[in-house]
C-alpha cells in the first residue's frame, strides 16, 4: 500500500477510534494480548528472518538483543498490553470546571491527539507497546521501523490487525508502512496533511534526522547517556551491585548505565573491587588519568592488590591489562550500547554534577550515597527527565513505572518528559457551557 493511502486511511479512521468508549477499547487490547500468545510461533519465526539478517550484517551484540524475541518476550508484550488496559482511561478527563463573572463555565477536556507517527530501529516490542497506549488514548497510529526488524514488526501487527478486525473495529487504527526506505521515511515526515503528531525512537542520527526534516509537530525521544556517580560515602556493595545491573543486565537499551563518576577520595579503594566485578561480564573500561593509574598499579602488583585472594589475584591482573584504556573526549559522551564503560574521577559533588550536566543526554542519572544533602543537591541539580538516588537507571521504564509499557523516553521539556505513558499521548481542549451569552 501506497504511503499517502496508508495515511489517509489512518486519517479516515481517527474519529471513530477517538470516540471508543473504555470497555470497548479494554476488549480490543486484551484480545490482541491473547492473539499475540497464540500465534508467538509465527512471531517468533518471522523474527528469526530478522536475527539471521543481523548476524550477516554483523549487527552489534546489544542491538541483536533489542531484536531478538522469544516466549518469555512475547509475553512480556502481553502482559503489557492486558495492563494498559487495566488502567484508568484519561480521555474524557475534566480538568477543571470554573464559573466566569458573565455566568460561563469553562473548563478542560482531555482528548486524543488524533493520527501519531511513529518512526522506531529494530525493537519489535515498541510494535505492540504503540500500539497499546495510542489504541487507549484514542489516537490512531502509524509505525515506520527499520529494516532491521521489518519481517516481525509485519507478523506482529498483522496479528493485532486481525484481532480488531474481530471485534468489528477498524483494523486501520494501526498500520505499519513496509517500505523501510529513507525516501519513504523521509515522505513520512512531511504527511502532516494527516498525522498530527510524530515521535522518533531510536539512535541519536534518526532523532535528529526526524527533528530537522519534520514538518509534523515532534515529541523529541531522547539516547541514553547515562550516569552513576559513586560518592564518597557510598556503601561499596549497594554501588558495585546498581553498577553491574545498570550497565550489564541489558546492554542495547537506552537506559543502561554509560558512564560512571566516582569521588576521588574513595578511587584507590572501590576501583580494584570494580575492575574485579566488571571482569565477570568483560566489560572494557576506558578511563580518565587516575583511574588508569590505578589499573597500572595493580598490574604491578603493588600493596593495593595484596588484599585480593592471591589465587585469583593473578587471573585479574592478565585480565586488567586489556580492560583498562585511556578514555577520549569521546568516551564522555559517549552511548556505547555494548560492554564498555567510561569513568571519570571527580574532587568534589559539584564536579560531578558539572561534569554529568556536561555530556548527559537529559535521561538518567543516578547517584549512590549515604549523605542525604548530597543526594538532594543531586536530584535537584541534575538536569535529566529522570534522576536516581542508590538506584540502577534500568528503572527507566514504562511498565516499571506502572504505565503498562511506554510510547518512549522523552527528554525534551515540553508536555511530556522521561517515559511516556497514557498521558503524554492525550492533549486537552476547552469546553465552554453558556445560557445565552454574547460579549458586548
Known amino acids: 500500500m501506497e504511503l499517502s493511502e496508508i495515511c489517509r486511511k489512518a486519517k479516515a479512521v481517527s474519529n471513530r477510534v477517538g470516540i471508543l468508549d473504555t470497555n470497548t477499547k479494554n476488549r ?46 512475547i509475553a512480556q508484550m502481553a502482559e503489557g498490553l492486558r495492563q494498559v488496559a487495566s488502567l484508568e482511561d484519561p480521555i474524557g478527563e475534566v480538568l477543571g470546571m470554573k464559573k466566569r463573572p458573565n455566568g460561563l463555565m469553562i473548563g478542560q477536556k482531555r482528548v486524543p491527539l488524533g493520527v501519531v507517527g511513529i ?6 516490542n515498541v510494535t505492540a507497546d504503540a500500539f497499546a497506549l495510542c489504541f487507549k488514548t484514542g489516537n490512531v497510529v502509524i509505525l515506520k521501523g527499520g529494516s532491521d526488524a521489518i519481517h516481525s514488526n509485519i507478523a506482529i501487527v498483522s496479528v493485532i490487525r486481525k484481532a480488531l478486525a474481530s471485534l468489528g473495529l477498524p483494523e ?16 513520512f515526515m512531511k504527511m502532516n496533511e494527516y498525522v498530527d503528531v510524530l515521535i522518533p525512537r531510536g539512535g541519536a542520527g534518526l532523532i535528529r534526522a526526524v ?18 556517580f559513586v560518592d564518597e560515602t557510598a556503601d561499596f556493595d549497594m554501588a558495585l551491585d546498581i553498577i553491574m545491573n545498570a550497565k550489564t543486565q541489558r546492554i542495547g537499551v537506552c537506559n543502561a548505565c554509560e558512564s560512571l563518576v566516582i569521588h576521588e577520595n574513595i578511587a584507590d579503594a572501590f576501583l580494584p573491587k570494580l575492575f574485579e566485578r566488571l571482569q565477570e ?3 572494557e573500561v576506558h578511563g ?50 555494548d560492554y564498555k564503560l567510561s569513568v571519570k574521577t571527580v574532587s568534589s559533588l559539584d564536579e560531578a554534577i558539572e561534569h554529568i550536566n ?9 547517584i549512590i550515597t549515604n549523605d542525604y544533602s548530597n543526594a538532594e543537591r543531586f536530584l535537584n541539580e541534575i538536569d535529566a527527565a529522570c534522576v536516581y538516588v542508590n538506584a540502577s537507571t534500568r528503572f527507566t521504564d514504562g511498565f516499571e513505572f506502572g504505565f503498562g509499557a511506554e510510547i518512549g523516553i522523552s527528554t525534551q521539556k515540553l508536555h511530556a518528559r522521561g517515559p511516556m505513558g497514557l498521558l503524554a499521548l492525550t492533549s486537552t481542549k476547552y469546553v465552554i457551557y453558556g445560557n445565552g451569552q454574547i460579549r458586548k
Open 28 to 73: 480490543a487490547l486484551l484480545a490482541a494480548a491473547d492473539a499475540l500468545i497464540q500465534e508467538q510461533d509465527v512471531i517468533i519465526a518471522e523474527n528469526a528472518k530478522d536475527m539471521e539478517n543481523g548476524r550477516k550484517n554483523q549487527m552489534p551484540a546489544g542491538m541483536l538483543d533489542r531484536l531478538l524475541l522469544t516466549s518469555e518476550r
Open 119 to 124: 518512526i522506531y530501529e529494530a525493537r519489535p
Open 172 to 187: 486501520d487504527a494501526v498500520s505499519l508502512i513496509e517500505d523501510t526506505s529513507r525516501e519513504t521515511a523521509a515522505a
Open 211 to 228: 527533528v530537522n526534516q519534520a514538518t509534523i509537530p515532534v515529541i523529541e525521544t531522547g539516547t541514553g547517556n547515562c550516569h552513576i
Open 281 to 283: 561480564k568483560d566489560v
Open 288 to 337: 580518565d588519568e587516575r583511574t588508569c593509574a590505578v589499573a597500572e598499579r595493580l598490574e604491578q602488583e603493588s600493596p593495593l592488590a595484596k588484599s585480593y585472594d592471591p589465587q585469583k589475584r593473578g587471573e585479574m591482573l592478565r585480565k586488567l591489562e586489556n580492560q583498562v584504556l585511556p578514555a577520549t573526549e569521546e568516551d564522555w559522551a559517549k552511548e556505547y550500547l
Open 358 to 366: 556536561r555530556y548527559n543526554t537529559g535521561h538518567s542519572e543516578a
